[in-house]
């Protein structure tokens, strides 16, 4: 069974950063040539896609609404991805939820939508204060 378990979520005033960290092992996954992605959902709100990242190229996506202030990145030896988050607002609250791909993936293919992951992590709250 692949697990996947996000950490770094905490309380942060505006402006300041965070990084989120995510580990996804387990069965017969293979990190190295997955699609790996981080969703967040804010209270009464849908889950919305935030970035995502081919483990295999380093090929990378973000939401509009974080585009030039978060970073996703990857270490394979480590099985993990991170989220850098800079110049935090408050509508960045939310929990965050990291998700693995364990399907083939297709070149120049974003994987933007939650039916395209098949394991998430339980999520790591992320609160943004005024």
């Known amino acids: 069974q692949v697990r996947v378990v996000e950490t770094g979520g905490r309380l942060v005033q505006a402006g300041g950063a965070l990084r989120l960290s995510c580990t996804a092992s387990g069965g017969t996954f293979s990190f190295t040539t997955s699609a790996m992605g981080w969703f967040r959902q804010g209270p009464g709100k849908e889950r919305e896609f935030v970035a995502d990242l081919r483990t295999d190229n380093g090929e990378r996506n973000y939401a509009n609404s974080v585009k030039g202030r978060f970073t996703i990145a990857r270490d394979n030896a480590k099985n993990s991805i991170f989220l850098q988050m800079n110049s935090l607002k408050p509508e960045d609250s939310a929990v965050y939820y990291c998700?693995?791909?364990?399907?083939?993936?297709?070149?120049?293919?974003?994987?933007?939508?939650?039916?395209?992951?098949?394991?998430w992590g339980q999520g790591t709250q992320v609160t943004v204060a005024r």
């Open positions: 998700a693995a791909r364990d399907r083939p993936i297709l070149n120049s293919v974003p994987y933007t939508a939650r039916l395209s992951y098949d394991y």
